[in-house]
């Protein structure tokens, strides 16, 4: 074995050693969370898979990042390997096999440094992360000078450079291998095992998305996440996995509307606090808005969230907390594929149910639901009164009928009952068979998602057992909301409803022929895709094949699809009515203008109130039934 192959070796022993007792150290800190039964072999054998496809399906969607990430960590890795078996084996092939993965990887490494260097983009945090690109070069270095004085042989200079490449090795991996516990590197180690233990495994090259929240027990000693051990082992690895990268940061529309909120820092906030007490954090990204976060951990038992004005340790403002409007635009655009929407709601659970605290007018709203099984506090009864001129067919127990009717707390808003006297009367048209209840309950979305799991399953247990006595072939709905719960909340309850939203069904009864729009000419339409219909629900094909039976001119927004930018109107934001420099509406009216559309189509009643409650000039706001009805000439 030549000397620089054992200088080479000697780099990556002493690279390893640090960076396996850098690893138990970080592992140390998982071990205040919870249990979690998570398959060991099976997660292990998954992660090759899992970090081939589904991390690198969301890589992809930056090409430039995917580009830098494939070449400098690909080429990386591989010389590595290969550096490791020269040192074994030697061989001139191999030797330059090696130096040609380092021309990959210093490929990589000039993406990286125009990405970085010398102005760095807001969304990318600095500090540690700053060093990453001279940490490479001196590893891109060590194993190049290494091999360089293998292939070329016994000489001063390749005596230099064997010295070069072990002084290189040992500041470059030394440092990398260091910060598995603080710092940059931190998110591989921690990614690998969050990846292969996902707390949400069903993630991982399914069809739709895995977004349903999972109950929990009401007799525990305490509900929800008050501390950081409150939380599973396995999701403390996730939130050590953070690249801040500043995906979810750009993606978040709190974020940009100058909410107090951004969820690359509200990781941050939870993982910090795994370090003991008094430790001093390097966070150098963006803040929340218009919040001081401290930079010294609180420790794993302290409160996640004060509600103290001056913070001397690391805590979350009650305002983050609330600020989020779950539409899980930061799930759907994190590479390491962490939960913070799961988060977020465990905290506003013990935050409602053990303190109390709910802001705004949740609290009135939770009150409502508990005493009136309505949001609005409305009496059942009167959620068909605007109905009361079409005479609403009502289902009774040993009927059937081919769909049910949701109507949801739409049915007490008034623009909101245009919609559904629209699908009401084209469903009249089709010929649907088709009935509603008598008296509907609250479906219970909204006060899960305010923390309120024992007023959800209360009115989970009851809905399904009231559904249960019914006979019908599918629900329908013009609530993205409802449809979540009812579709896929509802099934731990024993509830497996065929939920369709009215999109969907309109757009089979148009291709079945039993309806037939003409085509609206003269105006641009744009739709906005509801984030539970969307990102909750997979479904964004029907809207759009509706319009294009409907439409002559159609533009999509810039964020649409599974990226679409959320309305505002999700996860109790009304009610909460947490402020920021901007509304989130306003946002996204923008975005339809930006499109040259002159009228906004919508899917949600939600969507519909906020995006017509803009405080700026507007353009029209028509839902899709609406749409579909005056194309086929009918009347309202």
Avoid at 464 to 473: A, D, H, I, Q, T
Wanted: one cysteine or more; hydrophobic letters at 45%; glycine letters at 8%.
């Amino acid at each position: 074995m030549t000397e620089p192959t054992t200088a080479m070796l000697c780099v990556l022993a002493f690279a390893a050693s640090v960076a396996l007792a850098r690893f138990a150290m970080l592992a140390l800190r998982w071990r205040v969370g919870m249990r979690a039964e998570v398959p060991i072999l099976a997660g292990i054998a998954s992660l090759p898979g899992r970090y081939l496809h589904d991390v690198h399906a969301v890589v992809a969607r930056k090409p430039e990042s995917a580009r830098m990430h494939a070449s400098l960590a690909g080429g990386i890795l591989l010389a590595l390997v290969l550096a490791t078996v020269l040192g074994i084996h030697g061989g001139r092939i191999l030797g330059w096999l090696v130096l040609g993965m380092c021309a990959i990887a210093a490929y990589g490494l000039l993406l990286q440094a125009r990405r970085r260097l010398p102005n760095r983009p807001a969304h990318l945090s600095g500090g540690k992360w700053s060093f990453l690109t001279f940490a490479f070069a001196l590893v891109l270095g060590s194993i190049a000078l290494a091999t360089a004085a293998v292939l070329f042989g016994p000489s001063t200079a390749s005596d230099i450079a064997t010295i070069a490449s072990l002084g290189c090795g040992l500041m470059g991996l030394g440092w990398l291998a260091w910060t598995i516990t603080d710092g940059p590197m931190r998110h591989a180690v921690a990614g690998a095992a969050h990846l292969a233990f996902h707390p949400r495994p069903d993630r991982f090259g399914a069809s739709k998305p895995s977004s349903a929240l999972r109950t929990i027990d009401l007799d525990a000693p305490v509900l929800g996440a008050p501390t950081v051990g409150s939380f599973s082992w396995n999701r403390l690895a996730g939130f050590d996995s953070c690249v801040q990268c500043g995906r979810c940061e750009t993606a978040c529309p709190a974020f940009a509307a100058g909410m107090p909120l951004n969820p690359k820092r509200l990781v941050q906030d939870i993982a910090g606090n795994l370090a003991s007490r008094g430790a001093r954090l390097s966070y150098s990204g963006s803040p929340h808005p218009h919040i001081d976060s401290a930079s010294v951990a609180a420790g794993p038992s302290a409160p996640l969230v004060s509600h103290i004005d001056s913070r001397e340790f690391l805590a979350m403002a009650p305002e983050t907390l609330w600020a989020c409007t779950t539409c899980r635009a930061c799930v759907q655009e994190c590479p390491m594929m962490i939960e913070h929407v799961d988060a977020v709601i465990d905290i506003r659970r013990y935050q409602t149910l053990e303190e109390g605290a709910a802001p705004g007018k949740a609290a009135e709203v939770l009150d409502n639901l508990d005493k009136t099984d309505t949001a609005s506090g409305r009496a059942l009864s009167e959620r068909l009164d605007w109905a009361a001129d079409l005479s609403l067919p009502l289902i009774s127990p040993g009927q059937e009928v081919d769909a049910l009717l949701w109507l949801g707390e739409a049915a007490y808003d008034r623009r909101n009952q245009r919609t559904l006297r629209a699908l009401v009367l084209l469903l009249r048209q089709a010929k649907v068979d088709f009935a509603v209840l008598e008296e509907e309950r609250d479906c219970g979305d909204l006060a899960r998602r305010l923390g309120d799991e024992a007023g959800f399953i209360r009115l989970a247990r009851s809905n399904v057992e009231m559904l249960s006595e019914l006979r019908f072939k599918r629900i329908v709905t013009t609530d993205p909301h409802v449809l979540h719960s009812l579709r896929n909340e509802y099934a731990e309850f024993g509830a497996a409803l065929v939920v369709e939203h009215h999109t969907q069904i309109l757009n089979r009864l148009v291709e079945e022929g039993r309806l037939t729009p003409a085509r609206l000419e003269g105006r641009r339409v744009t739709y906005h895709d509801p984030c539970y219909l969307g990102r909750y629900n997979g479904e964004t094909a029907a809207p759009r094949a509706l319009l294009s039976t409907i439409s002559t001119d159609f533009v999509e927004m810039e964020r649409s699809g599974m990226r679409s930018r959320c309305c505002g109107g999700g996860g109790g934001a009304p009610v909460t009515d947490i402020s920021g420099d901007r509304r989130i509406p306003d946002i996204r009216m923008e975005d339809a203008k930006s499109a040259g559309a002159d009228i906004v189509i919508t899917a949600c009643p939600y969507c519909a109130q906020m995006l017509e409650g803009v405080s700026q000039a507007r353009l029209e706001v028509i839902d899709i039934a609406e749409l579909l009805l005056a194309s086929t000439g009918a009347s309202r």
